[in-house]
Nanobody, 122 residues
């Protein structure tokens, strides 16, 4: 059974940087495209970044380019999301997700982490 566990969230200040991690267990990590989604209160879940199985293909939401970076380490079964220059509107629950096949920017992912809160305080 594939399990995803996120870590690294918390309360940060405007302008800070943050790194989220997600590790997979129970599956062959390199067989899955990985993505980070976020959901703010009262808003739909949105894909912020995704990485293909090989790590070559990358998606970053247009409005977040320059601040969000996704990477993966297939040897460590982990995917990372680095965020710089955090803004109050980045406040959300961030979810790690995995799917076999290609990157998707819609929530058509087979496996999800439990989510981790990121709160940006001004």
């Amino acid at each position: 059974q594939v399990q995803l566990v996120e870590s690294g969230g918390g309360l940060v200040q405007v302008g800070d940087s943050l790194s989220l991690s997600c590790t997979m267990s129970g599956g062959t990590f390199s067989a899955y495209a990985m993505a980070w989604f976020r959901q703010a209160p009262g808003k739909e879940r949105e894909c912020v970044a995704a990485k293909s199985r090989s790590g070559i293909g990358t998606y970053i939401r247009d409005s977040l380019k320059g601040r969000f970076t996704i990477s993966r380490d297939n040897n460590k079964n982990a995917v990372y999301l680095q965020i710089i220059s955090l803004k109050p509107e980045d406040t959300a629950i961030y979810y790690c997700a995995a799917r076999s096949g290609q990157i998707m920017t819609t929530p058509d992912y087979e496996y999800w982490g439990q989510g981790i809160q990121v709160t940006v305080s001004s």
